[in-house]
Structure formats: structure tokens, C-alpha cells
């Protein structure tokens, strides 16, 4: 399988509990990003990768979350004392260099906070 | 503050029919733009893309209009059939050298047989 592979597919955690994304992206794509989408909303940006050095942070991106990309392959999301605003689907896409035809999104993370 | 407006939730066609999808945008910055198509549990897909140095971009069924005077595009499929009912996404980029996107709400089509 060549595509962007996330998991777990679905998590429901309870409040207060850390819970943790992994997203494999294309093998030869060196840009890896982390969108947010909730209901009735379109995608919003939370990070992005080059190589192993995360280059951009949103603002939606709050102390409670970090992402690592150790040698620039999978990169995980964490967030830590989850809270029920963090339900979400969790949406990793990768590309080669900056041209965004190149944007491949896997099929996301569905995160429900109960 | 939404930068990339999709003012319509929902799009019904009849299979055969012109769709036409629309895409506002406030930030002047932006220069390229792209549709996207998601299924249900599935991640967007790339559908089109047009450079703001172009006001018509056309593949296949599907063309994209850019009037970047009204800040506005458009994404017109012809002829509409049942396998496009899915939710679209308007994204931007600015010129900023980011590749970071800018999305819209998204426009559910239906495509009635």
C-alpha cells in the first residue's frame, strides 16, 4: 500500500486521558502535515514537517498537543488531558516538496472525547 | 475569521446536469487553489487546482473559474453523475511559499440518477 496509513482509525478515550496518533506517510515524501476537522467544518492546519524538523505551528495547536517526526519517516500526535473539544477527525497528509497537487491525506483518525 | 467561504452546505443535480460549486476568499495573499473531494470515512482527495495567474483551469469533466477581481472561483462538473456525490472543499495557499491550506467548510453535492 502506497498511500498515507493512520491508526487507530477511531479512539474514544475518557476526559482527562492522553491519547496518541501515528501517521505513515508516503515513503519518498519529505513534508508530513496534521489537519483537524470537525463536524461541519473543513480541514484547519495544526502542524508540519520537513524531514524531522516541524517548520509551522497553529495556534490551534494548544500546550495539551505535540507531534514529533523521529528521522523524518512516521510521526505520532499526542494529546495529553484530553478534553471533549478535542473531538475531532485527526487527518495526516504528506507530500514531496512544496507542490500541493502533491498533497496526499490519509483517512484520518475519528477522536471522540466522552 | 473564515478566510475561504463555501456559502451553500448542500448541492442537489440530476445525474446529466451541470453542478456548480462556488468558493469565496478575503485574503488577498492567496494565489493558488485547489478543490478537494472527500467521501465518508475517507481523507480528501485532489480533484483541481488553478494558479492565480489563470482564470479557467479544465480537466475532463471537471473546470475550474477563477475571478480574482470578486475573489471568487468556481468548480463545474459536467456532466454531474451519481459517483460524485461527496462533500468539496475550496483550500488556498498564499504566496508565502507555505504549502499549508486554507479550507473551506465544504459543499455537499448530491447527484440524483
Known amino acids: 500500500d502506497t498511500g498515507v496509513s493512520q491508526n487507530p482509525r477511531h479512539k474514544i478515550t475518557k476526559r482527562g486521558q492522553n491519547v496518541t496518533f501515528r501517521c505513515d506517510p508516503i515513503s519518498e515524501h519529505n513534508r508530513l502535515y496534521w489537519y483537524r476537522q470537525t463536524l461541519g467544518q473543513g480541514p484547519e492546519f495544526l502542524t508540519y514537517?520537513?524531514?524531522?524538523?516541524?517548520?509551522?505551528k497553529s495556534r490551534l495547536l494548544s500546550d495539551r498537543f505535540s507531534a514529533e517526526r523521529p528521522k523524518g519517516s512516521f510521526s505520532t500526535l499526542e494529546i495529553q488531558r484530553t478534553e471533549q473539544g478535542d473531538s475531532a477527525m485527526y487527518l495526516c497528509a504528506s507530500s514531496l516538496g512544496q507542490g500541493p497537487n502533491g498533497y496526499t491525506f490519509g483517512s484520518g483518525t475519528r477522536l471522540t472525547v466522552v | 475569521d473564515q478566510q475561504v467561504k463555501q456559502n451553500s452546505p448542500s448541492l442537489s443535480v440530476q445525474e446529466g446536469r451541470i453542478s456548480i460549486l462556488n468558493c469565496d476568499y478575503t485574503?488577498?495573499?492567496?494565489?493558488?487553489f485547489l478543490w478537494y473531494k472527500k467521501y465518508p470515512a475517507e481523507g480528501p482527495t485532489f480533484l483541481i487546482s488553478?494558479?492565480?495567474?489563470?482564470d479557467k483551469n479544465e480537466d475532463g469533466r471537471f473546470t475550474v473559474f477563477l475571478n480574482k477581481s470578486a475573489k471568487h472561483l468556481s468548480l463545474h462538473i459536467v456532466p454531474s453523475q451519481p459517483g460524485d456525490s461527496a462533500v468539496y472543499f475550496c483550500?488556498?495557499?498564499?504566496?508565502?511559499?507555505?504549502?499549508?491550506?486554507?479550507f473551506g467548510k465544504g459543499t455537499m453535492l448530491l447527484v440524483s440518477p
Open positions: 485574503n488577498s495573499m492567496f494565489d493558488y
Open positions: 514537517f520537513q524531514n524531522e524538523a516541524q517548520l509551522e
Open positions: 488553478i494558479s492565480s495567474i489563470k
Open positions: 483550500a488556498a495557499i498564499p504566496n508565502s511559499g507555505y504549502s499549508t491550506l486554507t
